[in-house]
């Protein structure tokens, strides 16, 4: 199984900016998943199920995002090449980011279906704070992996290799929603 968009985004993003600028992201991604999950628990499930075709519209909304994602990492410039107003993304561009990303919405949908299929509040949430509580370390280890690189992605050649592997990586996170 291949490491999901967040991670590469968060490897890529500690490789490019460091840990300290990429902590809004990280929290972007492990507070909006948590947001998400308990969206999904309280009400957005439900309006899949009225509305059937929102579902697939969704998907075909997160792949095309996700493949214009891939581009940008394989035509990603070196560090000191990049525009001088280039940053990490944000806390809420990174917790808005959730709502395109399909592994996100597989996790929430099936997490609340089979873990609070009721869809009570204290379930609800419960789900969601757990998803939070595993997510936030995990996703600071991709960010730190990704600083771990810098030194080594130094040479043209290893960040051209980098950037089309994460770009290849995030291509491939996406067969299990195309298949």
């Known amino acids: 199984m291949s490491p999901g968009p967040n991670n590469l985004m968060l490897m890529a993003s500690g490789a490019n900016f460091g840990l300290r600028r990429t902590v809004p992201h990280m929290l972007g991604v492990a507070l909006g998943f948590v947001a998400m999950t308990a969206a999904v628990g309280l009400g957005v499930m439900a309006l899949f199920d009225r509305l059937p075709w929102l579902e697939p519209a969704l998907m075909v909304a997160s792949v095309a995002y996700l493949l214009w994602l891939a581009w940008k990492f394989a035509h990603a410039a070196a560090p000191e090449g990049r525009a001088a107003g280039a940053r990490p993304l944000t806390f809420l561009q990174a917790a808005g980011f959730q709502w395109l990303n399909p592994k996100a919405w597989a996790m929430a949908l ?48 290893r960040l051209r290799a980098f950037n089309w592997t994460c770009a290849a990586g995030l291509v491939l996170s996406m067969l299990p929603f195309l298949v």
């Open 110 to 157: 099936t997490a609340i279906a089979l873990y609070a299929p009721e869809r009570d509040l204290s379930a609800v949430l419960a789900v969601a704070v757990l998803f939070g509580a595993v997510n936030l370390p995990s996703v600071g280890l991709w960010a730190a992996a990704g600083t771990q690189l810098r030194r080594w992605l130094s040479s043209p050649a």
